[in-house]
C-alpha cells in the first residue's frame, strides 16, 4: 500500500483559540477537578477548573500590565511544572505566542532561539537559567522582560495586574482566531542549526481533539474514577504539549513531574495514581528491566522469564483474534495467564500506580515483544509516529486493532502516503505552518500542503506504517550498499545491559557500532555473578560483559542480511549525554557529532 487515509472526527474550531477552553469548563463546571498540584509539603492538592480559570485570569492581567501584547513572544524555559501550564494558558488568552526552550539547552542554543524568534520577555525556572540567558543578554536587544519561577514569578506577575480588569483580557483573548499561531517550537537540530516550527491554536485543537475522540479509552475512565494522567515528558516537546493541551480540551486531570527518571518518577505515579500514561519507549524498559532485576535478586528470574513468555503469547493471540487471524487464547493459555496477573503482571501496573491501563508511547521505535508484554501485562501501549512539524501524532495504533510493532495508522482527518523513494508524507489539520523566518526550509518540507518528514517507512495492507529510518541517515558502504540503521540500534538496545548503540559505516568497508552500557543494569548483573564492582575503564574489558554485548550484536544481526550486518563493535566506558553535545534534548544521537568525539575509537573498528 502506497497511502492511507483516514477520515476526519474532529475539526479545528472556526474561531477561538486553546485558552477558551479554561474559560468554558469553568462556566460549566466550577467544581471539576482540572488539575493536581504538589503543596509545600510534597502532597498532592485538586485544582478545580475555576481555581485554574482564576489563575489564568490573573496572570494574564498581569503580563498584559507588564507590556506584553498580542502577537509577542514570550519563552520559557523550565523542566515540566505546573507554573509551565499556567503560564501557556495565561498566554494563549492574550494572544502571545509561546517558545519553549529545554532547560538543559546550552547558551548558543538558547540565544539562537530567543534571537531567531525574536523573544521579547523570557520565563525561567531557576537562577542557573536566568545566567544562562544573562551570558547572551548583550546580543539580544528585542529582550525586555526576565521572570523566575523559583523566584516568585507567578506572584510577582499576577501583583502587576490588579489594576487591570477583566473584559481587557477577554478582548484580546476573543480576537485570537485558529489560525493564530500559538507556539514556535524549535525542532532538535539532530543535522543542524534548529528550526522554528510555527504552529497554530488550530493545529492543537485539531489534534488535541482527535486523539481524545478517537482514544477515548485513553481519556476516559470509569465512573467511579476520575480520569486522570502525571505529565512527566519535556513541555518544551511537542509530545509533551499535546498532552498538555489534550488533557485541559478533554476535562482530564493533569499533574505534572519534572524529572525524568526512575527514582523520582515511580513513587509519584504511585502516590498520584494515574489512570493513563503518555510517554517515550525508554520509560516502559525501564519498567520492565526494574521488574525482571528485582525477580533475579529475589531469586525468582525463572518465574518471571514464564510470565513474560506468557503474556506475549497472550497479547499475541489477542491480536490475531482482533485481526481475524486467530481464535485469541486457549483456556489453558488464559488459566496461566491469570495466574501470573496475581504474582507478576499486577507488581508491574503497581509500578505505575496501579490504575494504569492504556498508555501512548512515541518519540522513537518500542519494540514488538516489550509492547506485547506490558499488554499482556493488562497495559495496552498504543505507539504512534509523529514530528513537531505534524502538531505530534500523525499517526498511532487504534483501541480495537492494536497492531504491535507498527506505529499504528493515520489518525482521523490524516493521510499518509509512501513517495516513490520511501519517504512518508503527511496530510492534515495538524500539519505546520512552516519555519520561522526560513522559507527554503519550508518550500523544502512543504509541496501543496504535504509534509515531508525525511523518514522513511512502509505501509501494510491494513494502512498501518513501520518506520525503517530517516533520508539523511542511511549510510552507504565503500561497497555500495545501503544500510538503515535504526532496527539495527534498536534491536542492540533491547539487551539490558546496553543503553545507547550506534552504528557506523559510511564509506567505510563494513558496518560496526558503538555500545554504551547502562550503569544500574550493569551493577546489578556484577552482584549477580558475584563479581566486584568496575570501573567503566575495567568494564569494557571484561570478556564476560563483552560476550554479553556480543550476544545482543547477534541478536540484532537476525534481522538483515550479511552485508548489512554489524561486523564488529566496541564498548564505549561512558554514555553519550546532552551535555557532552552528543543527544539532543529529545535523547536522539547526533551522529556526526558522536562521530567526531569518538573518531580514534571509530577508526580502531577498521584497522586490520
Avoid at 495586574?161 to 478582548?171: A, I, K, L, S
Avoid at 526512575?262 to 502516590?271: G, K, V, Y
Avoid at 537476525?558 to 563493535?569: D, G, P
Avoid at 539532543?584 to 584497522?607: D, G, M, N, Q
Wanted: hydrophobic share 40%; proline share 5%; charged share 25%.
Amino acid at each position: 500500500m502506497r497511502e492511507f487515509t483516514h477520515p476526519p472526527m474532529a475539526s479545528a474550531p472556526p474561531v477561538g483559540g486553546l485558552a477558551d477552553a479554561v474559560f468554558d469548563h469553568a462556566l460549566e463546571d466550577p467544581s471539576h477537578i482540572a488539575l493536581g498540584r504538589k503543596d509545600s509539603q510534597g502532597q498532592w492538592r485538586d485544582v478545580t477548573s475555576a481555581d485554574f480559570r482564576d489563575e489564568v485570569l490573573a496572570l494574564a492581567k498581569g503580563l498584559l500590565a507588564e507590556g506584553i501584547r498580542f502577537g509577542d513572544r514570550v519563552a520559557i524555559m523550565s523542566r515540566t511544572r505546573y507554573e509551565w501550564t499556567l503560564f501557556d494558558f495565561a498566554l494563549w488568552t492574550i494572544g502571545a505566542q509561546v517558545v519553549p526552550i529545554y532547560p538543559t539547552s546550552s547558551a548558543e542554543q538558547v540565544f539562537w532561539m530567543l534571537y531567531d524568534a525574536e523573544v521579547s520577555a523570557a520565563v525561567v525556572e531557576h537562577e542557573d537559567h536566568a545566567m544562562t540567558i544573562a551570558t547572551v543578554i548583550n546580543r539580544l536587544p528585542q529582550l525586555r522582560r526576565l521572570w523566575q519561577l523559583d523566584g516568585g514569578a507567578v506572584a510577582e506577575v499576577t501583583a502587576a495586574g490588579r489594576q487591570v480588569d477583566d473584559e481587557t483580557v477577554h478582548r484580546h483573548r476573543r480576537a485570537v482566531t485558529p489560525d493564530s499561531t500559538a507556539t514556535i517550537i524549535y525542532t532538535s537540530g539532530t543535522t543542524g542549526r534548529p528550526k522554528g516550527c510555527v504552529i497554530s491554536h488550530g493545529n492543537f485543537m485539531f489534534e488535541a481533539d482527535t486523539m481524545v475522540a478517537r482514544w477515548e479509552p485513553v481519556f476516559s475512565s470509569k465512573r467511579d474514577r476520575v480520569p486522570s494522567t502525571l505529565l512527566f515528558l519535556p513541555l518544551a516537546h511537542v509530545f509533551g504539549r499535546m498532552v498538555e493541551v489534550a488533557t485541559i480540551r478533554g476535562r482530564v486531570k493533569l499533574a505534572h513531574q519534572p524529572q525524568l527518571n526512575a527514582t523520582a518518577l515511580i513513587p509519584d505515579l504511585q502516590a498520584f495514581r494515574p489512570t493513563f500514561i503518555l510517554a517515550v519507549p525508554y520509560i516502559f524498559e525501564k519498567v520492565f528491566n526494574a521488574a525482571r532485576r528485582k525477580a533475579e535478586k529475589d531469586g525468582k528470574s525463572g518465574p518471571f522469564e514464564k510470565a513474560v513468555e506468557c503474556a506475549v503469547r497472550y497479547a499475541d493471540a489477542q491480536e490475531a483474534k482482533a485481526f481475524g487471524t486467530g481464535p485469541g487464547p486457549s483456556a489453558s493459555l488464559r488459566m496461566q495467564h491469570s495466574v501470573f496477573d496475581k504474582l507478576v503482571y499486577s507488581k508491574v501496573r503497581d509500578a505505575m500506580g496501579g490504575r494504569v491501563r492504556h498508555a501512548m508511547s512515541g518519540g522513537s521505535g518500542m519494540d514488538r515483544r516489550l509492547g506485547l508484554f506490558f499488554a499482556g501485562a493488562g497495559v495496552t501501549v498504543y505507539e504512534g509516529y509523529g514530528l513537531t512539524e505534524s502538531t505530534a501524532a500523525a499517526t498511532a495504533n487504534p483501541p480495537e486493532q492494536t497492531r504491535y510493532g507498527t506505529v499504528g495508522r493515520a489518525i482521523p482527518g490524516t493521510t499518509v502516503h509512501i513517495a516513490d523513494d520511501g519517504e512518508v508524507w503527511l496530510y492534515g489539520s495538524n500539519v505546520f505552518q512552516g519555519y520561522l523566518n526560513d522559507p527554503k526550509a519550508t518550500d523544502a518540507a512543504l509541496h501543496d500542503g504535504w509534509l515531508a518528514t525525511g523518514d522513511l517507512g512502509s505501509l501494510d495492507e491494513d494502512g498501518y506504517l513501520t518506520i525503517t529510518g530517516r533520508k539523511k541517515e542511511i549510510l552507504v558502504t565503500s561497497g555500495g550498499k545501503s544500510v538503515a540503521p535504526q532496527q539495527l540500534e534498536e534491536r542492540v538496545r533491547d539487551h539490558p545491559l546496553v543503553a545507547q548503540c550506534i552504528v557506523v559505516g559510511n564509506d567505510r568497508p563494513y558496518i560496526a557500532a558503538l555500545v554504551t552500557l547502562d550503569s544500574e543494569a550493569v551493577e546489578h548483573w556484577l552482584g549477580m555473578r558475584g563479581k566486584a564492582l568496575m570501573t567503566p575503564a575495567e568494564l569494557v574489558r571484561d570478556p564476560d560483559l563483552e560476550t554479553e554485548v556480543r550476544r545482543a550484536v547477534v541478536a540484532a544481526n537476525t534481522l538483515v542480511s550479511q552485508a548489512e550486518s554489524i561486523r564488529t563493535f566496541r564498548i564505549l566506558a561512558h554514555q553519550f549525554s546532552e551535555e557532552h553535545g552528543l543527544l539532543t534534548p529529545s535523547l536522539k544521537l547526533k551522529r556526526k557529532a558522536i562521530e567526531t568525539a569518538y573518531a580514534a575509537e571509530v577508526e580502531a573498528l577498521y584497522r586490520s
